[in-house]
């Protein structure tokens, strides 16, 4: 079983940035891939980025160079560095760690809101 917590939300304005931290606890060993993902109010949740225990990482194409995702495994911590910020960043923003042996269960944060205002 794993949980996790999202924390660094909140208000900003265009072209600020943020830093998103999801720390991890219980069956952390577990963990085989972080992502994050938003949703805006009335739309599909979306993947944002995501990173391995190894640190391989990838990116929605639209997000590659404003945002970075990062971990410290040490901390059980995966973070997400979010720059230049645009109004249509506006979200929910949740972590999904993903397990790495059977039955390989997601396990989702409980978000951390971002709002940027023009």
């Known amino acids: 079983q794993v949980q996790l917590v999202e924390s660094g939300g909140g208000l900003v304005q265009a072209g600020g940035s943020l830093r998103l931290s999801c720390a991890a606890s219980?069956?952390?060993?577990?963990?085989?891939?972080v992502g994050w993902y938003r949703q805006a109010s009335g739309t599909q949740r979306e993947l944002v980025a995501g990173?391995?225990?190894?640190?391989?990482?990838d990116y929605v194409d639209s997000l590659k160079g404003r945002f970075t995702i990062s971990r410290d495994n040490a901390k059980n911590t995966v973070y997400l560095q979010m720059n230049s910020l645009k109004p249509e960043d506006t979200a929910v923003y949740y972590c999904?760690?993903?397990?790495?042996?059977?039955?390989?269960?997601?396990?989702w944060g409980q978000g951390t809101q971002v709002t940027v205002s023009s």
């Open positions: 999904k760690a993903t397990a790495s042996w059977p039955p390989y269960p997601n396990y």
């Open positions: 990173i391995t225990r190894g640190g391989v990482t």
């Open positions: 219980g069956n952390t060993n577990s963990i085989n891939k």
